[in-house]
C-alpha cells in the first residue's frame, strides 16, 4: 500500500501501489503544466466508508511513497482513461484498471 503525502502534514492518503504509480503520472504531468485540480477517491476498506477529495496546486507540497520497491509496468490505457478525467470539470476519479482481452 503507498501512501501520498499532500501539503507537508502527517496524514497520508493510502493508495494501493500500482493505482498510485499511475495516479503520480497524471499528477505529475498536470502539476508539470502548471494546472490546478481536484483528486477524489472512495476510501479503502479498512477506512470508514465514504470518499474523500482534496484541491492539488503546483506549489503545494507533494510526496508519493511506494511500498514496493520496483515500479510496475505501467498501463497506458487507464493512464489515458486518469488523463481524461483529469482534464473534465471533475478532475481526477481513481478509477479501477481497465485490463485488456487477450487477443485469440
Known amino acids: 500500500m503507498g501512501s501520498l503525502i499532500y501539503g507537508g502534514g502527517d496524514d497520508a492518503i493510502h493508495i494501493e501501489d500500482r493505482a498510485l504509480a499511475h495516479l503520480k503520472v497524471v499528477i505529475a504531468t498536470k502539476l508539470r503544466r ?21 484541491w492539488l496546486h503546483p506549489s503545494i507540497p507533494l510526496r508519493f511513497t511506494f511500498e514496493e520497491p520496483e515500479t510496475p509496468q505501467l498501463n497506458m490505457r487507464w493512464i489515458e482513461d486518469l488523463m481524461h478525467s483529469a482534464n473534465s470539470s471533475g478532475g481526477i476519479q481513481l478509477i479501477d484498471e481497465v485490463l485488456e482481452a487477450p487477443a485469440n
Do not use: M, Q, V
Open 34 to 54: 502548471n494546472e490546478s485540480f481536484t483528486l477524489s477517491w472512495r476510501h479503502p476498506e479498512e477506512d470508514p466508508a465514504g470518499r474523500s477529495t482534496i
